[in-house]
């Protein structure tokens, strides 16, 4: 299994309250992704980063920032979360060379806004 | 913006029975993977499909890539309980190496 731990699994805060969530890799690998993951939606794309410092918005990045100073983590945080963010949140990496863009997923983080 | 389609969206069948999901897109996609995802965990990568009209066998389960990379099947011989599970059709978008996902497809197998 791919090195990837995500923190914390689970989460309930209030709506308005900064929430930061991590994601930490082993593998040296190049890119990292944040998904979310809602019934009949599959997964959506918030962010994602190429390299330190280097990242780019998904689909759905309206309300989520992130942060990647070292290769091995990337921060995601909701500046004021609100009831529509309560979901399950999914880091991936992957290594990005081989342009087959095969990707390993962490075991995800459950939040919940109240 | 590229969309996956997924169908069917529900499938309860009894072990030992066949089935075939699908994945349908109007986008071109270079390569494309399938995931299986079981509750409280993330998405496993099976497979990826790389040429138009590949197809790969993994066991029971044989994934095959249209001709033109916009569609994929994924087809299950003599479905186990241990086949339980959310399928999970992925296109890379080889600008951004992201991933499109399917909706999914939550099959349960009845022993």
């Known amino acids: 299994d791919a090195g990837i731990t995500q923190s914390p699994r689970h989460k309930v805060t209030e709506t308005g309250t900064p929430v930061t969530l991590r994601c930490h890799q082993t593998?040296?690998?190049?890119?990292m992704y944040w998904y979310r993951q809602d019934p009949g939606h599959g997964l959506r794309l918030i962010h994602y980063?190429?390299?330190?410092?280097?990242?780019d918005k998904g689909e759905v990045s309206d309300g989520y920032s992130v942060s990647r100073s070292k290769t091995e983590d990337f921060l995601l945080t909701l500046e004021s979360a609100t009831s529509s963010q309560t979901s399950v949140y999914f880091c991936?990496?992957?290594?990005?060379?081989?342009?087959?863009?095969?990707?390993?997923f962490g075991p995800g983080t459950r939040l919940t806004v109240t | 913006t590229q969309l996956l389609e997924q169908s069917p969206q529900f499938l309860s069948i009894q072990e030992g029975e066949n089935l075939t999901v699908y994945c349908n897109s109007s986008?071109?996609?270079?390569?494309l993977q399938w995931y299986r995802q079981e509750p409280g965990e993330g998405p496993v990568l099976l497979v990826t499909?790389?040429?138009?009209?590949e197809v790969k066998k993994l066991k029971r389960l044989t994934f095959q890539f249209g001709d033109a990379r916009k569609d994929s099947s994924l087809h299950i011989t003599a479905a186990q309980p241990g086949d339980t599970g959310l399928y999970l059709c992925?296109?890379?978008?080889?600008?951004?190496?992201?991933?499109?996902f399917g909706s999914g497809t939550r099959l349960q197998v009845q022993p």
């Open positions: 593998e040296n690998h190049r890119y």
């Open positions: 991936a990496i992957s290594e990005g060379t081989s342009g087959r863009g095969e990707q390993y």
């Open positions: 980063s190429y390299g330190v410092k280097d990242t």
């Open positions: 499909v790389v040429t138009g009209g």
């Open positions: 986008s071109v996609f270079s390569s």
């Open positions: 992925a296109g890379v978008d080889t600008g951004r190496r992201a991933l499109t």
